[in-house]
């Protein structure tokens, strides 16, 4: 159950909110309610989920690449619910086999075979467990998969911000809405 409750609006009214809506429908099917969680604070709903769409849009990253650091941090904070809205994208949204999916939900950096979204997860994962750690050598490897000052400027942004995401379903105990493969596959024995 939610600690807080969700506000779904009979209509929405604000265009901003509104292309937010349908942006997140376009990838997930449907405004997951996390996003209805958020309107009990619309100020910050807004510019919140405009930085992430920005962050997802305007770098150099591609839309596949980001849903694959979603699903990867949000596992590794052991958040079901973000994990699984990130495996919907990947699968739902962009078409993915869902063999692959339920693989790289699973399996976590094992599943992947190319070397630059190898390269990429392995630096986010290290940014997200320990940001301290990391060192001159990984900031090159990402610039030897053509990633520029912008990609990696991107890159760890995008592991604060999916970070935050975990951190505001796993605190507000967001009810789990999405199918539970997802779940099941990333965290066997906690369905």
Known sequence: MTRVPLVKPDAVEDPQIEELFNWVTQMEGAVP??????????????????????????????????????ILVSKANNCPYCTAAFCTILNYGLGTEEEYVTNLASQGIEAVEDNRLKTILDFVLKTNNDPKSLE??????????????????????????FASYNHFNLALQTDYHFRDIWRTVAFPGNS
Do not use: C
Request: proline fraction near 2%; avoid cysteine; charge should be negative.
């Open 136 to 161: 001159d050598e990984d900031f090159n490897r990402l610039r030897a998969v053509n990633l520029t000052d912008k990609g990696i400027v991107q890159l760890v942004h995008l592991v604060g911000d």
């Open 33 to 70: 309610d996390h996003f209805y969680m958020e309107m009990n604070f619309p100020e910050y709903f807004k510019a919140k989920l405009g930085s992430s769409k920005i962050l997802w849009q305007m770098g150099e990253l591609s839309i596949s690449e980001i849903q694959h650091v979603g």
